[in-house]
T-cell receptor, first 117, second 117 residues
Framework: AQSVTQLGSHVSVSEGALVLLRCNYS??????LFWYVQYPNQGLQLLLK????ATLVKGINGFEAEFKKSETSFHLTKPSAHMSDAAEYFC???????????????WGLGTSLAVNP | DTGVSQNPRHKITKRGQNVTFRCDPI?????LYWYRQTLGQGPEFLTY????????KSRLLSDRFSAERPKGSFSTLEIQRTEQGDSAMYLC???????????????FGSGTRLTVV
């Protein structure tokens, strides 16, 4: 069984400040992990993914995330927030190579990021 | 190919009516997923196709819901006798079989927002 916990449903930062969005997972098999971003009234866009290669993953728009197996975490960071980063962010987990063909995603509840001028 | 296309974008229907949504995936993608997202929640898995075969169906999907993917191309999701609790964003996503950069990541459509009044 798999699950995802996103700590903090709302995060507010100032423009130019560090962004840190937290995600912890539970998985009975080595996982694949993902961060998606959703802008209002739009679908979900993949920011980055961990699929058992490098533990530090770089994504689009300056975001990166580090897979820490010992902490079962996959926190999302960005050194300097921009106003355009304001959106809903979702962490998701799926079974990895051992999970067979199904790549069903299990999602966290999301973190709403506000960026203040 | 411009991505995953979903139609209609918005649907308002009266309780008890039937509705059908369409998803056109990226043409070379073998896998197609349907998810449902309600306000303030992460997406919930509904069902999954590999080519034309429906391989998994969530217990969330009552027998009022049916999905098809004839010929392994576009997919339809039908809801019969709609209820107010069916109001949500219905998201479609597609992905290739695991290979190269396709490993583990989806491309989502913009969703169909259903409002049952």
């Amino acid at each position: 069984a798999q699950s995802v916990t996103q700590l903090g449903s709302h995060v507010s930062v100032s423009e130019g400040a560090l962004v840190l969005l937290r995600c912890n997972y539970s998985s009975s098999v080595p996982p694949y992990l993902f961060w998606y971003v959703q802008y209002p009234n739009q679908g979900l866009q993949l920011l980055l993914k961990y699929t058992s290669a490098a533990t530090l993953v770089k994504g689009i728009n300056g975001f990166e995330a580090e897979f820490k197996k010992s902490e079962t975490s996959f926190h999302l960071t960005k050194p300097s927030a921009h106003m355009s980063d304001a959106a809903e962010y979702f962490c998701a987990v799926s079974g990895g190579a051992r999970a067979g063909n199904n790549r069903k995603l299990i999602w966290g509840l999301g973190t709403s990021l506000a960026v203040n001028p | 190919d411009t991505g995953v296309s979903q139609n209609p974008r918005h649907k308002i229907t009266k309780r008890g009516q039937n509705v059908t949504f369409r998803c056109d995936p990226i043409s070379e993608h073998n896998r197609l997923y349907w998810y449902r997202q309600t306000l303030g929640q992460g997406p919930e898995f509904l069902t999954y196709f590999q080519n034309e075969a429906q391989l998994e169906k969530s217990r969330l999907l009552s027998d009022r819901f049916s999905a098809e993917r004839p010929k392994g191309s576009f997919s339809t999701l039908e809801i019969q006798r709609t209820e107010q609790g069916d109001s949500a964003m219905y998201l479609c996503a597609s992905s290739p079989l695991d290979s190269g950069q396709g490993l583990g990541g989806y491309t989502f459509g913009s969703g169909t927002r259903l409002t049952v009044v």
